[in-house]
């Protein structure tokens, strides 16, 4: 899947071989790191990294330790009598895993543009005490990120209640272009699943 070019200081993650191969056609899951302390949320002092994903034709983000793996898009089977967003349940490995279409839940209705490739990334059990996936349209890149990229101020959940932690400023660079800017949102996907839990 071509990317554009993430402009120096704006580097991908690059945890385990898997993680890069994730994002082929028929790569493997990329893993999230093993976490040895609670709640590690940075790469260094003042970085924040996040899984890039595409809804409609926009860019959203979760933070990376609110993962656990990314995998194509398989069969799910529907449960009865369950909100529209609840697109059901797969067999992942031998774990019964509830699958919420992200685009559903949050009221998204453009159709992605150009060739995409649809993916479920699979939440950190410390979000929930059940197996949950996110359906996306496509997974773009792991991202590492400093602080003054992100708006927190006049973005985030606590001010706001659409349930984001802030608006990410991202800049990429093609050959011959000049930088270009664009807006990605950082979702609060804790505070989306709370709301929902009773469903789950």
């Known amino acids: 899947m071509n990317k554009p070019s993430i402009r120096r200081g704006y580097i991908m993650a690059t945890y385990s071989v898997e993680a890069q191969a994730a994002f082929n056609e028929e790569g493997p899951a990329i893993q999230a790191p093993v976490q040895t302390m609670s709640r590690i949320r940075t790469k260094g002092a ?86 949950i996936g996110i359906l996306v349209d496509d997974v773009f890149s792991v991202t590492t990120y400093g602080n003054e990229d992100i708006d927190k101020e006049n973005t985030s959940s606590q001010k706001t209640h659409r349930d984001i932690l802030g608006v990410i400023r991202k800049k990429t660079k093609t050959t011959g272009e000049k930088d ?19 469903e789950l």
Do not use: C
Not at 58 to 84: G, K, S
Not at 180 to 198: P, Q
């Open 46 to 131: 003042g970085t924040i990294q996040v899984v890039e994903f595409i809804l409609g034709n926009e860019l959203f983000a979760i933070d990376l330790f609110d993962t656990r793996e990314v995998i194509t898009q398989t069969e799910v089977t529907p449960l009865p009598n369950t909100p529209p967003y609840l697109k059901g349940i797969i067999d992942l490995r031998g774990m019964i895993t509830t699958i919420i279409d992200l685009k559903d839940l949050m009221h998204i209705t453009t159709e992605s543009s150009g060739k995409k490739k649809s993916r479920i990334i699979v939440l950190d059990r410390s979000i929930t005490e059940k197996p």
């Open 180 to 198: 270009k800017s664009g807006l990605v949102v950082w979702l609060d996907i804790r505070t989306m699943i709370e709301k929902i839990a009773a």
